[in-house]
């Protein structure tokens, strides 16, 4: 069991880009989810996915973000036309889907937006 | 609206004492809490769990308490190692699929 990974882990970007992050859970786990992270900040949660559904997604996701995980593997979270509010470090987690499951999780993607 | 609050930004404790970190929370349909703890550069690790009928939970140095009608719960580690020093966060669920995190307190043990 390797955990869970992210990729990549640090990207620069200029406002105004597109970018695209990429989590590989722990093999076998059922539940991903996405949360931000701000200086100074607990995780936000942004969305879960059971298997290849997406069940929740945060007040805070805006039209500009999408996430998918397709065939209930890997996910993936874009950002569309980012804007210097988001900057911040974006975590996976990954859990195994059975009662009070504890969440995993990566060691994120750190975003700057220039 | 701040549903799950660390009122210590951050705690300072002597090697071989006690580490008393606090967490409150305010939505009573919470059943279900954890900690984690965070170094620079790594994602949250998860470190121990309670379910709300619980009271307390060990796990060797770590023991977590839960006092629902305070909505308040606390994690003790003794005897505190310097390499425990890190941010904790608590995490609390209830009703959904989603965790809600505090805004951490970082704890430093001297040795």
């Known amino acids: 069991d390797t955990g869970v990974s992210q990729d990549p882990r640090h990207k620069i970007t200029k406002r105004g880009q597109n970018v695209t992050f990429r989590c590989d859970p722990i093999?076998?786990?059922?539940?991903l989810y996405w949360y931000r992270q701000t200086l100074g900040q607990g995780p936000e949660f942004l969305t879960y996915?059971?298997?290849?559904?997406?069940?929740?997604k945060s007040r805070l996701l805006s039209d500009r973000f999408s996430a998918e995980r397709p065939k209930g593997s890997f996910s993936t979270l874009e950002i569309q036309r980012t804007e210097q509010g988001d900057s911040a470090m974006y975590l996976c987690?990954?859990?195994?889907?059975?009662?009070?499951?504890?969440?995993?999780f990566g060691p994120g993607t750190r975003l700057t937006v220039t | 609206d701040q549903q799950v609050k660390q009122n210590s930004p951050s705690l300072s404790v002597q090697e071989g004492r006690i580490s008393i970190l606090n967490c409150d929370y305010t939505?009573?349909?919470?059943?279900?809490f954890l900690w984690y703890k965070k170094y620079p550069a790594e994602g949250p690790t998860f470190l121990i769990s309670?379910?709300?009928?619980?009271d307390k939970n060990e796990d060797g140095r770590f023991t977590v308490f839960l006092n629902k009608s305070a909505k308040h719960l606390s994690l003790h580690i003794v005897p505190s190692q310097p390499g425990d020093s890190a941010v904790y966060f608590c995490?609390?669920?209830?009703?959904?699929?989603?965790?809600?995190f505090g805004t951490g307190t970082r704890l430093k043990v001297l040795a």
């Open positions: 093999s076998e786990h059922n539940r």
């Open positions: 995490a609390a669920k209830g009703g959904t699929y989603k965790y809600i």
């Open positions: 309670i379910s709300s009928i619980k």
């Open positions: 996915f059971q298997n290849e559904a997406q069940l929740e």
């Open positions: 939505n009573s349909m919470f059943d279900y």
């Open positions: 987690a990954s859990s195994p889907g059975t009662g009070f499951d504890e969440q995993y």
